[in-house]
Nanobody, 130 residues
């Protein structure tokens, strides 16, 4: 499975961006999907995750209420809508999927762990200026 993340760019504080994550190789609808980010000089951190059905979503406290994860399985794409962006949101954003066949299920806490995700995209840079 090859993942392609796109939609990053340079924006000002308060602006919005929508990231997309797709695959040309396999249906993402089979997988749990997540977004992570890594800021310069910092460790990679969890941003958001969504169950394979889209029925459950999970968010980091730092972005809760500003970011929304969603998926369109018909378009084989997972999205991250980012609103009210702040300079501290500047990072490379990575999408990832668990890569395990259904009906693998997880506890809620597992969605936050990078170890759950076995397949990663290349990342897209988001820069928020003040």
């Amino acid at each position: 499975v090859q993942l392609q993340a796109s939609g990053g760019g340079l924006v000002q504080a308060g602006d919005s961006l929508k990231l997309s994550c797709g695959s040309s190789a396999r249906a993402l609808s089979s997988y749990v999907a997540g977004w992570f980010r890594q800021a310069p000089g910092k460790e990679r951190e969890f941003v958001a995750a969504i169950s394979w059905s889209g029925g459950s979503t999970y968010y980091a406290d730092s972005i809760k209420g500003r970011f929304t994860i969603s998926r369109d399985n018909a378009k084989n794409t997972v999205f991250l809508q980012m609103d009210s962006l702040k300079p501290e949101d500047t990072a490379v954003y990575y999408c990832a999927v668990d890569g395990r066949p259904r009906p693998t299920t997880y506890t809620g806490s597992q969605y936050y762990r990078s170890s759950l995700y076995k397949i990663w995209g290349q990342g897209t840079l988001v820069t928020v200026s003040s």
